[in-house]
């Protein structure tokens, strides 16, 4: 999923997911303070609608309000929500599901149909979804997709009120993760139709089946609550009453609200972290994520020019942008993290051919860099050019551009001409959506423990490839793992296409992220799993 550009966000699919202590407002010691946290995000939510959100700061508040058939609890591990039971065909191909009895926020009844809603809304063409991809292999989801077939073709029928039904065209080694992420959850048909277009776009124009229901979003303010569920199932082991929100764009704001106890939990920049590293409620959290630059190969002809991107890449210096950033982030040299998935032992970004981190390295290649860009603006039969770097208006991604317009500046003076635009985390999103922007900072984090979540990405009629890079054996190669009943054939189809990205500056990575934070110490259960917190469980001692 997206992430905004920030150090307080991130996604995490590891084993090694934090399982993390905060407390509420110790200021108070009555009862209700003990059930009430204040937590904090850097960036404003863009919707509430799963069948369009893309963004980790959308789904932070989905994971906690919607539930589908397993949620991630400790150490990103599966544990059964509305599915009681789960039955797989000897051939990998069906899976059927047995449905606990639970109810939306209005108290009707939440059924099997309400996953074939959720999931055929998903895959049609009319909702525009940018993640119907990962219905790819489900009976009949391409076509679908494709405007070929109707919705009702999808591969997921209900049997009775509380059985569901999957019939898949392929294996899919991830199935069992794609269960656990909230693109897979039921939505009500009666909310959907009952507020139309307006429906995702504030608190009061939805339904929730999770543990929270979201109060007081409007749409566009920054701050709002999660309030207790009491029509959720497991409502009797949810110890909180609410989770009060607010966005915090500047670390040292933040860190202030923090101080004077009114939050719980901050992200920390780079002075922070080396002030408070010791502090009891200091923690390091690795997401999982790496941040890069997508090139617009679409819109500005400089930048379709490979040796131009090489260029640039080779201008970047990582090491120093980890630095001013803070934290625990290290340099990238691939668009997968690593520690994300393990390969027989091996991380599986080793196995990714050394040729593709010349072009990523720790601090500026200055001679190798201006070679390249000479040679690109000699093909494009220009001296010089202009673009425009966007990124988020939070402290990290103002920190970002600066430091990457004086890397370009420095390294190749009059040859470019570069600005940047900072722009609220909402319309930076809407901005690259749309493909207006030359180059962007972007950031993924991993929606399971695969290199697909991050390699689908770039395949040429992925809606997520906003700047339009395309290779025609890197779709091949990404198509044909996901169809191959070999598991080494599928992991040496993987790392070969992430070379040819990676060789070809299709993208550039530029960190794998990890944040620096503070969390008070006295509430206890409160999980962190694929750059999302849980609050289910949380409880404040």
Known sequence: MKLSKTLSVGATFLASAALLAACGSNNSSSSSAKKTLTWMDSAEIPTMDLSKATDVTSFNQLTNTMEGLYRLGPNSKLEKALATSEKVSKDGKTYTYTLRKSKWSDGTPVTAKDFVYSWQRTVNP???SQYSYLFSGIKNADAIVAGK?????????????????VTLERRIAYFDKLMGFAVFFPQSEQAVKKYGSK?????????????????????????????????????????????????????????????????????????????????????????????YLQFNVAKNKYLANANVRKALSLAVNRKGL??????????????????????????????????????????TQKSEAVKYMDKGLKELGVKSFSFKVLSDDTDAGNKTTEALQSNFESTFGKKVSVSVQNLPFKTRLSRSTAGNFDIVVSGW?????????????????????????????????????????????????????????????????????????????????????????????????
């Not at 919705?151 to 039904?165: D, E, F, N």
């Not at 749409?219 to 607010?246: F, M, R």
């Not at 500056?505 to 849980?534: A, C, E, H």
């Open 445 to 541: 984090s991993a929606d399971f423990a695969d290199p697909i979540s991050f390699l689908d990405l770039f395949t040429s009629k992925n809606p997520e490839n906003n700047g339009k890079w395309g290779n025609k054996e890197y779709d091949k190669l990404v198509a044909d793992s996901k169809t191959t009943s070999s598991s080494s054939k599928r992991w040496n189809d993987l790392t070969k296409a992430e070379d040819i990205l990676l060789s070809n500056v299709g993208i550039s990575p530029l960190y794998y992220q990890s944040s620096s934070v503070l969390v008070r110490t006295n509430v206890k259960d409160v999980y962190q799993n694929r750059g999302t917190w849980n609050f289910k469980d949380a409880y404040i001692k």
């Open 322 to 363: 980890c630095s001013t950033l803070g934290g625990s982030s290290t340099p990238a040299n691939t668009l997968t993290p690593t520690q994300l998935t393990d390969v027989n032992g091996q991380d599986y970004t080793k196995l990714i051919s050394s040729s593709s981190e010349k072009f990523y390295p720790t601090s």
């Open 199 to 291: 429906y995702g776009t504030a608190s009061k124009y939805m339904l929730y089946n999770g543990p929270f229901k979201q109060t007081g979003w409007t749409g566009s303010n920054l701050t709002w609550k999660l309030q207790k569920n009491k029509n959720y199932w497991d409502a009797k082991n949810v110890k909180l009453d609410t989770i009060k929100y607010t966005v915090q764009k500047s670390p040292s704001t933040a860190y202030n609200l923090y101080q004077s106890k009114k939050l719980d939990y901050t992200s920390l920049d780079a002075s922070q972290t080396k002030q408070l590293k010791n502090d009891p409620a200091y923690r390091s959290l690795n997401q999982g994520a790496t941040f």
């Open 149 to 165: 077939k109707p919705v009702s073709s999808l591969g997921i029928k209900a049997v009775g009120k509380y059985k569901l039904v």
């Open 126 to 128: 009319k909702t525009a």
